[in-house]
């Protein structure tokens, strides 16, 4: 059984680009939450998203957007980067029940300059 | 609105000694909570959660709806407990609703 992984590991962007991150969920999970982390901060919930069809969503603007894939993999999309979207970004798979664990990914770490 | 508080950013206790992480939530609804914990270079894993009543790796945390707590307590901290540990409220029907404190990094020292 393969864990979360993520893509790409670090990542540098300007002001007003966009950017496209990765993940491959846990074999067998169904579900992908992808979660936002300023620097001192905890992780902020971003998006859920269950059997392809987005299930709940944080306090994002719309330029934050999401897919997920048929085997479960998932993007996160950010368009017209700000500098404040410089962050670790974590998504977390789990099977698709509420009350089963999610498992995080090691993250990606994005800078926008 | 819902929020959660952990109040100590930095938590040093010596080898040996009982440990407290505090944490509280906001809540109107029944909530369900979460230790989550990152130790050095490894993402970030379960602890435990309340649902569960259980122990683990010597820790446990009680929920106290008066009080609004779910305080994390180990009686004899470790070397190898040295990590962040965040709290996290569920507070939509699936675990991905979740509403993180900021986090208290505990280091034990020998």
């Known amino acids: 059984e393969t864990g979360v992984t993520q893509s790409p590991t670090h990542l540098i962007k300007t002001r007003g680009q966009q950017v496209t991150l990765r993940c491959s969920s846990q074999?067998?999970?169904?579900?992908v939450s992808w979660y936002q982390q300023a620097l001192g901060q905890g992780p902020q919930f971003i998006f859920q998203y269950y059997r392809e069809e987005e299930n709940g969503r944080g306090n994002f603007p719309p330029r934050f957007s999401g897919l997920q894939f048929p085997n479960y993999s998932s993007e996160l999309n950010v368009n017209a980067l700000e500098l404040d979207d410089s962050a670790l970004y974590l998504c977390?798979?789990?099977?698709?029940?509420?009350?089963?664990?999610?498992?995080f990914g090691p993250g990606t770490r994005l800078l926008v300059l | 609105a819902q929020r959660v508080t952990q109040p100590e950013k930095l938590l040093s206790v010596f080898k040996g000694a009982p440990v407290e992480l505090k944490c509280n939530y906001s809540y109107s609804g029944s909530p369900e909570l979460f230790w989550y914990v990152q130790y050095s270079r490894q993402r970030l894993q379960l602890l435990l959660r309340?649902?569960s009543r259980e122990s683990i790796k010597g820790f446990t945390a009680d929920l106290n709806k008066g009080e609004t707590s779910f305080h994390l307590k180990k009686p004899f901290a470790q070397e190898e407990d040295s990590a962040m540990y965040y709290c996290?409220?569920?507070?939509?029907?699936?675990?991905?609703?979740?509403?993180f404190g900021k986090g208290t990094k505990l280091s034990v020292k020998p």
């Open positions: 977390a798979s789990s099977p698709g029940d509420s009350q089963e664990t999610q498992y």
């Open positions: 309340h649902i």
């Open positions: 996290a409220l569920n507070y939509g029907g699936s675990q991905g609703n979740l509403i």
């Open positions: 074999s067998g999970h169904n579900t």
